[in-house]
């Protein structure tokens, strides 16, 4: 009983001060705290300095809302605010009018810095009882049946998110195109009632978890973007475009493929969580597509900065300078431990196998290879090499000496040889380059003394060009009817020995530990 009294008590006392703070709300309007009997559109249409309001209002429809039972608040700009508005311009006229009306009533008492929504989805507040985001009140308070009026000296500045503002401004027009394309329906299972099925749009380029550049559409996302104007974005595809070159059948397809592919590389490298203010002091940064940016200062620093409403936008204008080996052109790694991609000849054992602290070898990958051996035949190992583009690269491969399984195995050496495969960009199919000469003595891997327990990097190819794409990007595989089972031309690499009979157990052995494949990009 005492607690239902206590909450009782706060109740009531909850009350007087909801009551009083309503009393002074109401004296503020009419003697005897009654509700003015007008409405919001009533209160417009009365009065001659917001005409020109009210005129914008009522060409854009809003007017329906400010008679309805709902609550509002309006904050209109007097009419010399509006003197250079395009009244033919319908677009831009729903923005201004959805940027200066909020829901429910918000009086100038409202708590300076408390977030208030319009109806835009945007975020603002008054400063203080004569100041709402940046703009001067000239009067306030005016009450209506269904809400409260207040008047500015002049328009609330519109921020734009990133994606109005591709969609608004003509000069960035082809990302923003890129991007919309890719817009689709889907069904919404909790907003369909009954027969009647609901559809929204969709965006994987925008919402995806894995592949998406981020939600820059959302008012309640924060996010740092890197907008390229068209001729930006003309600059960089025709750099980029080159190495998504690729081969079908059907030219439109291949260039469909190549075009898209180009597209994503650029957005890959345009989109950071939160607000970057000064990226010159950051030692890094980490694209929304998990990019690592490492020479921040010279990322920014052509670019205008310019607030948006759910960030900072930096306007690349005519250039757009992308990390290519951060970004799109990435060093391949290939885990030899690691099993999918990899094959082995039928006589071939291959074994995982750790390194710790106490290993005779450090400085393995990932602390672990892979040892393949082959006690009637020749060793041989295939690796799947993924995302291949169309251009030059190092190719490297990492081995671990064979004092790793101890001193008496030191001096144990073997010749090897490589093939790599890679898809032809004429036509449908592959070429093959070989490196297997009997005399060359960089291919030969172990002999070395006790003392030399270092991963040994045998650079097998130089600056090699290669003709196509094999690459496969983050839309291909969101597509659910798409699998690596359906990737006919694969890139791959084999390693295998090149030991004679006569050579076995007197001179080599046929086994080799290989930690790792790297392909390293040449600019």
Known sequence: MKQINKGIICLLSGMALFVSCNDEW???????????????MDLLRNDASLSTFTQIVEITGTDSLLVSNQTYTVWAPVNEALTNVDMT??????????????????????????????????????????????????????????????????????????????????????????????????????ASVGTDSV????????????????????EDSLYTMILPDNAAWDKAYAHISPYFTTYNANEAVADS????????????????????????????????TGNVIYQTSRYFAPYTKLDASNGLMYLAEGDLILDDTCTWNKEILVEAEYLNGRTTSTSTSAYVRNTDVNSAVQGVSNNSYLEVTNATGTAEVTFEIPQILAGKYDVYVDFVPPVIDGVALAEEKTRLEFRLVYPRADRNGTSNISRDDDDDPD???????????????????????????????????MDENNSTDDVKVRTTLRIRTNVKASEVNVKYRRRFRVDRIRFVPVP
């Open 26 to 40: 109401d004296a503020h309007y009419d003697r005897n705290g009654s509700v003015p009997q007008v409405s919001l």
């Open 89 to 190: 311009d319908r677009a831009a006229l729903e923005r201004l009018v959805k940027n200066h009306i909020a829901r429910y009533t918000n009086p100038t008492s409202t708590q300076p810095g408390k977030y208030i929504y319009m109806l835009n989805g945007k975020r603002m507040a008054y400063d203080d009882a004569e100041s709402f985001n940046g703009t001067s009140l000239e009067d306030g308070n005016e009450r209506a049946i269904n809400g409260v009026l207040h008047k500015l000296r002049d328009t609330i500045p519109y921020r734009y998110n990133f994606y109005e503002y591709l969609s608004v401004y003509p000069e960035y027009s082809k990302v923003y195109e890129f991007i919309n394309r890719f817009v689709e329906k889907r069904y919404d299972a909790s």
């Open 199 to 218: 559809f929204v749009d969709y965006n994987p380029m925008l919402y995806s978890y894995y592949y998406g550049i981020g939600h820059i559409d959302d």
């Open 257 to 288: 493929i190549r075009d898209v592919q180009t597209g994503q590389a650029i957005l890959n490298g345009l989109t950071f969580r939160g607000k970057v203010d000064d990226p010159a002091s950051k030692d890094s940064l980490v694209t929304v």
């Open 443 to 477: 291919l030969i891997i172990g002999g070395d003394s006790v003392g030399d327990n270092k991963v040994k990097t045998l650079k097998v190819w130089s600056a090699l060009e290669l003709p196509a794409a094999n690459y496969y990007d983050g839309m291909w595989f």
